[in-house]
Structures are given as C-alpha cells and as structure tokens.
C-alpha cells in the first residue's frame, strides 16, 4: 500500500511538472490567434489613453497598419510582420503587455505637464547608462525622447519609458543616424515598435542569405551569386570596422548567426537583432565574473580568460567580432566546396586560408589587436581582387 501511495504521490508530481512545462511551451507558441490578440490589447490601451504612439492612430482607427503573420516569439519578446501603407514592417516588444512594464512612478506623484523636460532627459539618461553602460549628453538624446508636450502627454511619457526599457529600441534608435548597419526605426504604439522589414539569413540556407530576394531571379546564376556573397563579405568587413571605430565606445556582438543578420537590396549587412550586442563598458561587466577556468568566461560568441590566481575572469575579450564572422560566416563562403572556375585558384587558396586564419582564436591586448588588424586588411585586400577578377572575367 505504501508502493502504491509513492507510486500515485510520484505521478501525479510528474504529471503537474509535465502539464506546466507543456503550458509553458505552448504559451510561446506563435499563433495568428495571440498575435491578433496582443496587438487588440495595445489598441484597447490606446483607446484608453494609457499609451500612445505615432504609429497607434494607422493601427487602431485608420487600419492603415495592418497585421500580416506571426514571426516568433523568444522568452517573451514577440516580434509580428504587419504592413504599414503598402510597406511591409516588423513589429516588435520585448513583453506582450503594456502593463509589464515598470511603471514611472513619478507620472503619478505630480502632474505630467508639470515634469521639466530637464528632468525627463536625465530619466532617459539614466536609463541608458542602466541598459548600455553609456553616458549620454542631452544633445545625443534626440532620437529617444522628440516629444512635445500635449493632451496625451502622460501617455506619451508612459509609452516613452516602455520603449526605454527594451534594450534593442535603445541601440536601434541611437545608431540609426550614424550606422547604415542597423534596422531602421518607423515609429511605434506603445511599447511596440516598427523597423524596416528585411528577410533574416538561414544557416540551413546553402548562401546563408536569401540572394534570390536582392540580384533578382533573372540573375542567380553561379556568377550573379558569387559576385553577391563578395559584395556582402565586404560589407560585413565595413560593419566590423564600423563598429569597432566609430562610436565611443567598441560595440560587441556576442550572438552571431545569419539569423540575426539581413542584407538589403543594395548588399548592405544590417544587424536586425541585437539584444546580445554590448558596447564595452557594459561587456567588460558581463565578462568579469568567478571562474575556475576559461569555460566559465564564454559569453556566447564573447569569450574572456579566466585568471586562475584570482579566479576571475578577465574584463577584457579574448576574441573579437572578425574572428566570429569568419568562422561561423565566411567559412561557409571560402570552403573548398565552393571553389568555381570563376575565380583563380591561387587567389581562392589565399582567401581560404585568410579566412581560416582569421576564424582562429587569438592573442588579446596589443599582439591580438595588431593580428586583427592584419586580417581585416588581407580580407579587403582579397575581396577587392576577386571583385575586379570576376568583373574582368564578365
């Protein structure tokens, strides 16, 4: 009898953990029907008055923004394809509800309209350094805070600080004036918001980009396709440098996967997902933590050394974004599998081995900073002769 009352104790603990974990699992199942249903909630709280957005009139009243299909959903992030005026666009929230959101305690402590624009930029301030480790000048702060004051400015300041707390909105909307390798922010309602709508790569994908949808399906033959995989290798070389130079601060990529890339019709890379990207000072604090050995400083594709004496790892990371691009992408390109008579074989040799150069794990400080250097130089320095190659070879 005992046997029995363990054995029926046992299942049915099995069977609750098994019914939660099954709830779990379809409660992030990406269906038309939630999707629909998540974007009437926003609307509901629309017409309430509880947020607002440039984008919350087309989608609620005019239907001039309309739902299209369900993209995923990733630990509560939901992201939905919609068309905008004839204009496919992404829709995206790190949460489905507004009301998730941590609430600015202060839009009920005073009136709205009485909050000095002063203070409100320091909020925003705060916020970024909270988010990004960045310290932010007032005049930098354009692109997340253009709001004037009005009748649905508490709504505004809501919806405001919603956006603020979604990392990715941040980087998009900074970056978006001076990267060209960055999705492009349309507006939003809300907590969600809009950017351009580019298809993502596939590691499944023999090209791991969708070509077809950039040269056009009268030119994917074999040439049309190895002149765009060159074109777009540079432009991953241009993104790497970019980000490695042009801002403040070095700005990391821990998570790169052709899905988390797009390109558009001009062969641009974009980066259309980083909610894994860091700038420095925020990656020297995700890398500095106890360690009993370098596995424990593996931050996705971040990885740092692990200082045995101190058991700590170490602030600084041991590879960079060259190095993760060669291997997980441009292996995939400059494989000997996908030698062709179009180009030379001395020059494709070259490029191979640059590239699995490049892709090896190197030295950090000034002697792994100088190898990188050299590598992104050969990379351009073969690309651009393969480019000529196959034009001359036209």
């Known amino acids: 009898l005992l046997l029995l009352l363990l054995w029926a104790a046992c299942w049915v603990v099995v069977s609750a953990a098994l019914f939660l974990l099954h709830r779990s699992v379809f409660s992030e199942r990406c269906t038309d029907e939630k999707s629909r249903r998540i974007l009437a909630r926003l609307c509901l709280d629309y017409r309430s008055g509880a947020l607002t957005g440039d984008l919350c009139e087309d989608l609620c009243v005019a239907q001039k923004l309309v739902y299209k299909r369900c993209l995923y959903y990733d ?6 394809q919609a068309d905008w005026r004839g204009q496919p666009i992404i829709l995206k929230s790190k949460k489905e509800i507004f009301s998730s959101y941590q609430h600015l305690s202060m839009l009920e402590e005073v009136e709205t309209q009485d909050i000095p624009e002063t203070e409100l930029l320091l909020m925003v301030a705060l916020e970024v350094k909270n988010a990004l ?45 001076f990267s060209k390798h960055v999705l492009r922010i349309i ?19 023999k090209t791991l980009f969708p070509l077809e949808n950039m040269i056009g399906p009268s030119l994917t033959g074999h040439r049309s396709r190895v002149r765009a995989i060159i074109d777009i290798a ?14 403040s601060h070095r700005l990391h990529l821990c ?37 009993t050995g370098d596995e424990d400083c593996n931050f996705f594709d971040c990885f740092s050394k692990c200082n045995l004496k101190i058991r700590k790892c170490g602030a600084q990371r041991a590879n960079n974004n060259l190095q993760v ?20 074989l001395p020059l494709q040799l070259q ?19 100088q190898r990188t250097l050299k590598s992104l130089s050969e990379l351009y320095h073969l690309l651009r002769v393969t480019q000529r190659e196959l034009q001359e070879a036209q």
């Open 234 to 247: 540079l432009s991953f070389l241009d993104m790497v440098r970019h980000f490695e130079n042009d801002f």
């Open 75 to 80: 630990r509560g992030k939901k992201v939905i």
């Open 187 to 205: 507006g939003s309602c809300g907590h969600f918001y809009a950017v351009e709508y580019l298809t993502a790569g596939h590691a499944w994908h």
């Open 255 to 291: 998570d790169i996967k052709p899905e988390n890339f797009a390109i558009r019709h001009d062969l641009t890379v974009v980066a259309i997902d980083v909610d894994m990207a860091f700038f420095e000072p925020k990656m020297r604090d995700i890398l500095e933590q106890n360690c």
């Open 325 to 344: 691009i060669c291997d997980k992408i441009f292996r995939r390109w400059f494989s000997p599998s996908l030698r062709g008579p179009l180009v030379s």
């Open 133 to 177: 480790g960045l310290e932010l000048s007032n005049n930098t702060m354009g692109p997340l805070w253009t709001r004037k004051k009005g009748p649905r400015w508490k709504a505004q300041v809501a919806s405001m600080w919603s956006l603020l707390q979604q990392e990715e909105y941040i980087y998009f909307s900074l970056l978006q004036d």
């Open 351 to 369: 490029l191979q081995k640059a590239v699995q150069e490049c892709a090896q794990p190197g030295h950090t400080g000034a002697i792994g900073h």
